[in-house]
């Protein structure tokens, strides 16, 4: 299983657009990827309300972690999604 944390960048979190975008990037991965806060339980990081739920703030780490092909790859991106200011 891969795993990878990322800096949330998003001046208001994963909240609303930030999470919108983040939820789109995550259902065209095509592979189950998970998303965890400060070692709270992973969510599937498909489900917008699970990601909102996470209360995740601007400059918190969360976790994503993936099992399948090119999970590394597909975290990557994730990741670089979390880390971009979404709300510029």
């Known amino acids: 299983m891969a795993e990878v944390t990322a800096t949330v960048a998003s001046t208001s979190g994963l909240h609303a657009r930030p999470a919108q975008l983040f939820v789109q990037a995550a259902q065209e991965a095509g592979i189950p990827v998970q998303i965890s806060k400060d070692g709270g339980d992973p969510l599937d990081a498909t ?10 703030k601007h400059g918190d ?9 090119n999970a ?15 709300d510029a």
């Open 47 to 56: 489900s917008i309300l699970g990601v909102m739920a996470l209360g995740a």
């Open 61 to 69: 780490t969360v976790t994503l972690t993936a099992d399948g092909d």
């Open 72 to 86: 590394d790859e597909v975290l990557a991106k994730l990741a670089e999604v979390i880390e971009t200011n979404l």
